[in-house]
C-alpha cells in the first residue's frame, strides 16, 4: 500500500463535542459548519481562503473583519474530508493513502482548490499520487475503487472509477511470469513457497472484495478486452460467491427473523442473480458443485423463478459429471422435518432427463447417452442410500425419485435393493402397505446373484418380493440347467448347508406348533366355518378352461410348472427357510378371496399333506433319488390350486 506525506507541521486541530478548532495565539473569525461540526478557523491569517476558490466567492461580500459563518453541508466526503483540506492549507501534515484518497479528491475539487487558484494547489498534488501510486499499484486501485461506494456521482465524473478498472484490467492481463506484485492467494492446500510460477486466476481474491456491481464492471471489461478462458471467469465468479453469499451446505441455516434480515437477503439475492447472469455459455467455465450450490442458495434466499429455472437448466447439462458430495444439501425450507433436500435434486435430474432424452429419439443406442445415463443411475442410487438413513424422509420422495430414473438407467437393481434395505431397517414402523410400494420398483431379474441371496433371508421384505425372487432364483437356475435332458441327482439337492439349517428351522417350528398342521386347529376350524358361510358354488367347468387358458398366455410360468418346481428339494428349502408362517393363513384368505368352497376343502388338506411330505423329505424319511419323481407327482395334483391362488395374488 502506498502513502504520500504532505505538510511538515504538527497537528493543532482539537475537538470539543462537535467543534473543531486550530490552536493559535490569533483569534478565529471563520466559522465553517459541514453537518453537525463546526470548524473555527481564519480567512486571511493563514492560506485558507487564498487556496479555495468556493471560499474565496462566499467571503468576497464580507469585510475583513467580521465574523464570518459559511455553511458547507453539501461537501463531498463530510467533516473529515473537509478537515483534510483545511489541514493543508494550514501546512499541517496528512497522510493520503487509497483509503482517503477519493474524499480528500472530491472536496478538493468542491472547494475548487486548483492550480487556477494557487500554484502547487491541493488538487495537483492528488492528482500526482493517485496517477504514479495509487495506479501503478495492484490493490491500491482496489481499495480505491471499493472507496468510491460512497461517493459513486463524483467518482464517476471525476474519472476515478474507469482509471482504476483500466488499471485493474491491465495488471489482469499481463502474463503470469510479468506479474511482480504482491496479491491475495489463500487456496486450500496452495503454498507459495513451493510454487514459483504464479496461478493463472492469482487476481480473483482481491477483486472479490469489491461490490458486485464494480466486481461486474471488471469481469466485463475484462472478457470485452480479450478472449479469456471460460474457467478462469468462473473461477472469479467462484471466489465472489464464497466471499458474500450465505453457505448452506454444512446444515440448515436458522429461519429465525434475527438470522438474517430482509435487507440483507436482498442484497444477497441481488448478488446471487448478478452472479448467474455472469456465468459463461461454455458448460466447462464452472462446475456442477458450484451450480447446485448456487440453486441451493436461491432457495434459500428466495430468487426469482427465472434466476431458478437458470440455475436448473445449466445443472442439467452438466449433472452426468456430479459426486454424491455435489448433491448433499440440507433442506432450506423450514416446514421440511427431513433434512436432505431431496427436492433439489429431483429437480435437477428432471431437467437432465428433459435434456437426455432431446439428444436421441433411441438413446440406448448410443454409447455416450447410455453411459451417462448410467452413471447418472448410480449417482441417484448412493443419493438413495444415503438419504434413506434420514428418519423423517418421507417414502413417497424417496419412491418419486427413485422411479423418475428410466429402466435404462439401472443395468441392476443392487443399489436400489440396498437403499430399501436400508430404509426399512431404520423405518421399522412403516406400514405393510407402505413396504409393498417401495419394493414394487424392484426388478428381480435385475438383482446379483449376491444380493438375491440376501434377499431371500431378509425378514424386512414383504413375502410377495420374497417369492419373487425365489421364483427368479429357481428360474435363472432352471435355465442354466435346459441344455441336459435330465437333471441329475446331485443338481437337484439342496446345498448340505442350506439343507442342514432348513431342517433345523422346520424342526423347531414343527415342535412349537406340532407336525400335523402349520395351521392351529382353532384358526383352520374359524376360518373354515367362515369359508362355508361366505362361499358359494364352486367354478363351471367351462370357467376352469377360461381360467387356465388366461394362466397359460400369461407371463407368469404354468401353475403345473411351477408346481413341479417346488417339489425341487433346493426351492422347498428356500421356502421353508423365509416363509413358514406364511404358507396357511395367507393362502386360505386367498382361497377366501377365490369364492370357492370347494377350493377351501382341498386346500386345507393338501397344505398338511405338503408340510408332511416337505418335513419327511428334509429328514431323510423319503429316498430322494428314487422317490422324488412319484413323490413330485401327488404333491402336483394337491398343490395346483394353491399354487395357482398364490401366483394369482403375488404376481
Not at 496 to 509: G, V
Amino acid at each position: 500500500m502506498k502513502f504520500m506525506k504532505i505538510g511538515r507541521k504538527p497537528d493543532t486541530f482539537y475537538t470539543e463535542e462537535a467543534t473543531r478548532t486550530v490552536i493559535s495565539d490569533i483569534p478565529s473569525d471563520l466559522t465553517v459548519r459541514v453537518n453537525n461540526v463546526c470548524f473555527l478557523l481564519h480567512k486571511l491569517q493563514v492560506p485558507l481562503v487564498p487556496k479555495c476558490g468556493l471560499l474565496q466567492r462566499l467571503c468576497s461580500d464580507s469585510d475583513d473583519s467580521d465574523i464570518l459563518t459559511i455553511d458547507l453541508h453539501d461537501v463531498p466526503g463530510g467533516e473529515d474530508a473537509f478537515e483534510l483540506c483545511a489541514k493543508f492549507c494550514y501546512g499541517i501534515t496528512i497522510n493520503l493513502s487509497a483509503h482517503n484518497f477519493v474524499p480528500a479528491f472530491c472536496a478538493a475539487k468542491f472547494l475548487r482548490m486548483t492550480e487556477s487558484i494557487e500554484k502547487g494547489n491541493f488538487v495537483l498534488k492528488l492528482e500526482a499520487f493517485f496517477n504514479s501510486c495509487i495506479l501503478e499499484g495492484w490493490k491500491d486501485p482496489i481499495v480505491t475503487l471499493q472507496t468510491t461506494i460512497k461517493l459513486p456521482e463524483w467518482s464517476e465524473n471525476l474519472g476515478i472509477i474507469r482509471k482504476c478498472i483500466d488499471s485493474i484490467v491491465e495488471k489482469i492481463l499481463t502474463p503470469t511470469a510479468k506479474v511482480s506484485w504482491s496479491y491475495t492467494y489463500t487456496r486450500p492446500g496452495y503454498n507459495k513457497k513451493q510454487h514459483q510460477s504464479v496461478p493463472k486466476d492469482w487476481w480473483t481474491e482481491d477483486i472479490s472484495d469489491l461490490d458486485i456491481d464494480l466486481f461486474r464492471c471488471i469481469i466485463t471489461a475484462v472478457r470485452s478486452t480479450y478472449i479469456p478462458p471460460p474457467q478462469l471467469i468462473g473461477e472469479a465468479l467462484h471466489v465472489y460467491a464464497c466471499r458474500w453469499l450465505p453457505d448452506t451446505t454444512k446444515s440448515r441455516p436458522p429461519h429465525s427473523s434475527g438470522s438474517q434480515t430482509e435487507e440483507s437477503k436482498e442484497k444477497s439475492r441481488r448478488i446471487l442473480e448478478s452472479i448467474v447472469s455472469m456465468i459463461p455459455a461454455d458448460r466447462s467455465s464452472v462446475s456442477i458443485g458450484f451450480l447446485l450450490k448456487l440453486l441451493s442458495i436461491a432457495n434459500y434466499l428466495g430468487a426469482s423463478p427465472v434466476t431458478k429455472t437458470e440455475l436448473m437448466r445449466k445443472a442439467g447439462l452438466q449433472f452426468e459429471e456430479a459426486t454424491l458430495n455435489d448433491i448433499l444439501f440440507p433442506s432450506q425450507l423450514p416446514t421440511d422435518q427431513h433434512y436432505y433436500d431431496i427436492d433439489l435434486v429431483a429437480a435437477v435430474l428432471e431437467s437432465y432427463l428433459v435434456l437426455w432424452r432431446r439428444q436421441s429419439p433411441a438413446p440406448a443406442e448410443n454409447g455416450h447417452l447410455l453411459r451417462s445415463i448410467r452413471k447418472t443411475g448410480k449417482l441417484i442410487d448412493s443419493y438413495l442410500q444415503l438419504v434413506a438413513r434420514d428418519v423423517n424422509m418421507p417414502i413417497s420422495k424417496l419412491v418419486s425419485l427413485a422411479e423418475a430414473l428410466p429402466d435404462v438407467a439401472r443395468e441392476d437393481h443392487d443399489g436400489l435393493y440396498k437403499a430399501i434395505n436400508i430404509y426399512l431397517k431404520e423405518h421399522p414402523d412403516v406400514s405393510k402397505a407402505e413396504k409393498k410400494r417401495l419394493c414394487r420398483m424392484l426388478d428381480c431379474q435385475k438383482l446379483s446373484p449376491e444380493v438375491r441371496a440376501h434377499a431371500v433371508k431378509n425378514e424386512r421384505l414383504p413375502l410377495r418380493t420374497v417369492v419373487q425372487v425365489l421364483f427368479f432364483e429357481q428360474e435363472s437356475g432352471s435355465r442354466a440347467t435346459t441344455h441336459k435332458p435330465e437333471l441329475t441327482t446331485r443338481e437337484r439337492e439342496a446345498p448340505p448347508e442350506a439343507e442342514a439349517e432348513a431342517k433345523q428351522e422346520c424342526n423347531n417350528k414343527l415342535q412349537h406348533e406340532g407336525i400335523k398342521s402349520r395351521v392351529p386347529e382353532t384358526s383352520e376350524r374359524d376360518m373354515q366355518k367362515r369359508l362355508e358361510g361366505m362361499m358359494v358354488r364352486g367354478e363351471s367347468e367351462k370357467g376352469k378352461e377360461r381360467r387356465r387358458e388366461a394362466y397359460s398366455g400369461s407371463k407368469v410360468m404354468d401353475p403345473k410348472q411351477l408346481a413341479g418346481d417346488l417339489a425341487n428339494a433346493a426351492f422347498v428349502n428356500l421356502l421353508l427357510k423365509n416363509a413358514t408362517n406364511s404358507l396357511d393363513l395367507d393362502r386360505l384368505q386367498i382361497c377366501q378371496s377365490s369364492n370357492n368352497k370347494a377350493l377351501s376343502q382341498q386346500l386345507s388338506s393338501a397344505n398338511n399333506d405338503f408340510n408332511l411330505a416337505m418335513v419327511g423329505l428334509m429328514n431323510g424319511a423319503v429316498d430322494v433319488t428314487d422317490d422324488i419323481q412319484s413323490r413330485g407327482d401327488r404333491l402336483i395334483k394337491r398343490c395346483e390350486i394353491c399354487i395357482v391362488s398364490t401366483i394369482e395374488d403375488l404376481f
